[in-house]
T-cell receptor, first 112, second 110 residues
């Protein structure tokens, strides 16, 4: 069964450093999403992406965040200058149409 | 904010049916109801969704009331592996995002 994959599973970084989280969505999907979950809190929407542009973004997704689909398979989330409060699980998701989203296993980001 | 409300926790005996309720009284006519679950800190797993008819798949059944203000997810024979947080999401068809609430923490007891 096709699935969304994410790398790395755990990323540790120093405050102020840039990080790139990578996702490989399901191959025939057209819509891509990033969510995050701070430990013990709700899953929060960050951004959606379709046709090589952002469709919608939340207040969390400020100028420090960016997304890119650099090739036909990867979908990345970049945080330019990480802050302590960026520590969270980051989930990538994809959907074929505006229907059920399939989530990856997540990347745990720890900012020291 | 999430458009849904769910009880914070429930217990269910292994082998019995788990019935998880969800209120979505402000749902509009074109909004689907989606159910996901999250085991530990894994990615949310899709279970089922529906608009107004009851739905069934290999994982669960979804019963939506006629007025669409509430729904129930039924796991017919719960196992220990069904222990998870279950999220009910009311999503506008055509929107790009899910708004997660706090969900129901289901514990299946041996």
């Amino acid at each position: 069964e096709p699935e969304v994959t994410q790398t790395p599973s755990h990323q540790v970084t120093q405050m102020g450093q840039e990080v790139i989280l990578r996702c490989v969505p399901i191959s025939n999907h057209l819509y891509f999403y990033w969510y995050r979950q701070i430990l013990g809190q709700k899953v929060e929407f960050l951004v959606s992406f379709y046709n090589n542009e952002i469709s919608e973004k939340s207040e969390i997704f400020d100028d420090q965040f960016s997304v890119e689909r650099p090739d036909g398979s990867n979908f990345t989330l970049k945080i330019r200058s990480t802050k302590l409060e960026d520590s969270a699980m980051y989930f990538c998701a994809s959907s074929a149409i505006l229907d059920e989203q399939f989530f990856g296993p997540g990347t745990r980001l720890t900012v020291l | 904010d999430a458009k849904t409300t769910q009880p914070p926790s429930m217990d269910c005996a292994e082998g019995r049916a788990a019935n998880l309720p969800c209120n979505h009284s402000t749902i509009s006519g074109n909004e689907y109801v989606y159910w996901y679950r999250q085991i530990h800190s894994q990615g949310p797993q899709y279970i089922i969704h529906g608009l107004k008819n009851n739905e069934t798949n290999e994982m669960a059944s979804l019963i939506i009331t006629e007025d669409r203000k509430s729904s129930t997810l039924i796991l017919p024979h719960a196992t220990l592996r069904d222990t998870a947080v279950y999220y009910c999401i009311a999503d506008t068809s055509g929107t790009y995002k899910y708004i997660f609430g706090t969900g129901t923490r289901l514990k299946v007891l041996a």
